[in-house]
Nanobody, 122 residues
Framework: QVQLVESGGGLVQAGGSLRLSCAAS????????MGWFRQAPGKEREFVAA????????SYADSVKGRLTISRDNAKNTVYLQMNSLKPEDTAVYYC???????????????WGQGTQVTVSS
């Protein structure tokens, strides 16, 4: 079992930055690939970024490439999402997730956090 708790969301103006954190419980954090997903009101949950257990492989949705960066610190059991050049269309609840393999589909991830709201004003 892995428990995930996100933090770092908030309100920011367009062009601004935020860093989301996702703290994981348990001693098996390095067994899992980690992903970030987001869900805007009235829309389906969508893939944002993923990172391998070692942190050496990353994957991004086309809509966030060059602006968002996923990273992890296995010593701190934490995964991060650095968000730069934010746009109003980035507004959503952001979720972190843990799974056995990196994937762009939400069903590949077994454990989920409660989500953190990111709102980007124009």
């Amino acid at each position: 079992q892995v428990q995930l708790v996100e933090s770092g969301g908030g309100l920011v103006q367009a062009g601004g930055s935020l860093r989301l954190s996702c703290a994981a419980s348990g001693r098996t954090f390095t067994s899992y690939a980690m992903g970030w997903f987001r869900q805007a009101p009235g829309k389906e949950r969508e893939f944002v970024a993923a990172i391998s257990w070692s942190g050496t492989i990353t994957s991004y949705a086309d809509s966030v490439k060059g602006r968002l960066t996923i990273s992890r610190d296995n010593a701190k059991n934490t995964v991060y999402l650095q968000m730069n050049s934010l746009k109003p269309e980035d507004t959503a609840v952001y979720y972190c997730a843990a799974g056995r393999t990196m994937a762009v589909t939400s069903r590949a991830y077994a454990f989920w956090g409660q989500g953190t709201q990111v709102t980007v004003s124009s």
